[in-house]
């Protein structure tokens, strides 16, 4: 019975390089690949809300099904009775899906607090709205979110590169 199992598997995994013939025919895939220069505007709500404004080199478009590929430099703002700023850096991916991680120095001018946030929601080439977790490398102090709601958008400023094709 080994013998017959062994010979039937391998007898199908020999066969199988031979059965497949050639393809002749061209596959037309459309692509429309674009490189931008943005200004990336946002919002986070959690118990708090800040806004958001920087640039980003967005890279988005279309082969099969839609992509973005964003890093920025912003920095979060919360006017409140105590203003808070956080310079940001990150990135994101998005095609449907959008994960991105960004990192945040918090600060109101006499605590500061180091931030790693990695969110996940959906995005489609400059737009994103996703659920993020501050997750806090240093001691926190009040005024900021544990989770949170972000909606970004990335408005083209320039134009760098831009790829049409069939």
């Known amino acids: ?17 031979y059965c497949q013939t050639a393809d ?30 920087g640039f980003a080199i967005n890279q988005y478009g279309t082969n099969r099904h839609p992509f973005s590929f964003d890093y920025f430099v912003s920095n979060e703002i919360k006017l409140d009775k105590k203003t808070i700023i956080g310079p940001k850096v990150g990135v994101w991916v998005g095609g449907g899906a959008a994960m991105g991680l960004n990192f945040i120095y918090y600060t109101d001018f006499s605590k500061n607090c180091f931030v790693f946030r990695p969110e996940f929601g959906i995005g489609i080439q400059k737009l994103k709205l996703v659920y993020g977790y501050n997750w806090n490398w240093t001691k926190t102090f009040y005024g900021i979110n544990q989770h949170l709601a972000g909606l970004t958008y990335c408005f083209t400023l320039k134009r760098l590169k831009s790829t049409e094709g069939r």
């Open 24 to 53: 002749t025919s061209s596959v037309s895939v459309y692509y429309n690949n674009k490189k931008d220069f943005s200004l990336l505007a946002g919002y986070q709500q959690g118990k708090y809300g800040f806004a958001e404004i």
């Open 1 to 17: 019975m080994k013998f017959f199992l062994t010979f039937f598997v391998l007898s199908f995994l020999t066969l199988e390089g």
